[in-house]
Structures are given as C-alpha cells and as structure tokens.
C-alpha cells in the first residue's frame, strides 16, 4: 500500500522570505502523480501544484515549486516570496496515474504560519 | 465555470439520526470522490464513484455508510444512524476523467451531539 509522509507538523516562515515543506512517499509503482494541496482555514482544498513522476523537469507554479526525486520518494514544496496569505495547512497526496485505484493518499499535514 | 459544490455546508445531528451529504461535480466531471478528515488529521479516501457506478469503496466503514451518483443529479453520502465518532469533515472531489486532477468542494461539516 501507498504511504505518505509529512515529518514537519508546524513550519513558520518570515513574510518574503522562502520555505520548504517535506513529503515523503512509498510506492512500487513507477508512474504516478504527486500533488500538493492547501487548506487554510477556510478548510476548502486547493490545489497548489502537480507532478508527474515520468517527468524528470521539477513543476513550478508562480511562487511555488517542488523538488522531486524519484529515486528518494522525496517530494518538497518550496515557497518563494511568502505572503501572509500562504498560511495554511498543506497536504502532499499521491494517486496512481490510472485504473480503480485512483484515490488521493495524503500526508499528515504541515501547518505552515507566516510571520509579519 | 462553477466549482465542485457541496451541500449543507454544516449540518448537525443527534445520534441514531441519518444524515445526507450532496455533491455536485464540476460541470463536464463524471468521476467523484468523496473523502473524510478527522480533526487534527489528514483526508482518508471513502468512495470513488461514476454515473450509476460505484467504482471503488475500499475506504467506505462497512455499515451505515452508502453512496450513490445517480444518472440525473448530484452524488449522495448517506449515513445512517450517526455515532459522534461520525462528526467530521466531508470532502467531495471530482475530475473529468479517472486520470485527471481531483478538485476539491468545500466540505460538509458533521456534528454527531
């Protein structure tokens, strides 16, 4: 079974300045797709950014981008510029690329505060 | 475009009560998930259904729990005779096809008192 891991339950960062959030994950397959989502306290899922495992180019959105290694299972998202709007609780997910088994598996969370 | 949309957005029940949770996908999504978080935890996968099909409902509590995505209308989590351990956070997502991005409503709310 797929496994995700988020080892950073609270993460705080200075306005502008950068930060990275950690996931790990296990799985046998080899394609996959990979998701960060963010929850603010609003508690609706938004989806922060997707890779695709096949895809050797690391995605980028805007401020935030992630640094996927393949051969790690290690999936982080950097956030450049931090707003005070960034703050949220961000989850990593994982889902197979297709077939029935097509839920997301998601990490704990990491609470991410940003400090004015 | 309107979003994925969920309704009631909170709901309250009394234990031993039923309650009734909708989701309208996205407008063009066949494919809808419906996923609980816990508090103070991450979302877990419940069902994952088609029009007129389950597909998948592995994370679905064998009793109490149904779900339905009927050809005309919205998708329906029904759960009967609540326990407080229900109270939670529903989620719904769909997608436009199985290998497409999942966007996510709103939730609903639970309160089991």
């Known amino acids: 079974a797929q496994t995700v891991t988020q080892s950073q339950p609270e993460m705080s960062v200075q306005e502008a300045e950068t930060v990275t959030l950690s996931c790990t994950y296990d799985t046998s397959e080899s394609d996959y797709y990979l998701f960060w989502y963010k929850q603010p306290p609003s508690r609706q899922m938004i989806l922060v950014i997707r890779?695709?495992?096949?895809?050797?180019q690391n995605a980028t959105e805007n401020r935030f981008s992630v640094n996927f290694q393949k051969a790690a299972k290690s999936f982080s998202l950097k956030i450049s510029d931090s707003q005070l709007g960034d703050a949220a609780m961000y989850f990593c997910a994982y889902t197979p690329p297709s077939g029935s088994a097509r839920q997301l598996t998601f990490g704990s969370g990491t609470q991410l505060t940003v400090l004015p | 475009n309107a979003g994925v949309m969920q309704n009631p957005r909170h709901l309250v029940r009394r234990r031993g009560q039923e309650a009734r949770l909708r989701c309208s996908p996205m407008k063009g999504h066949s494919h809808v998930y419906w996923y609980r978080q816990l508090p103070e935890e991450g979302l877990k996968f419940m069902v994952y259904l088609q029009k007129e099909n389950i597909i998948d409902e592995s994370g679905m509590p064998k009793e109490r729990f149904s779900a339905e995505f009927p050809k005309e209308g919205p998708s329906i989590l029904r759960i009967q005779q609540v326990v407080r351990g229900d109270s939670a956070a529903y989620f719904c997502?769909?997608?436009?096809?199985?290998?497409?991005?999942?966007?996510f409503g709103p939730g609903t709310r639970l309160t089991v008192l």
């Open positions: 890779q695709e495992a096949y895809k050797q």
């Open positions: 997502a769909s997608s436009p096809s199985s290998i497409d991005t999942q966007y």
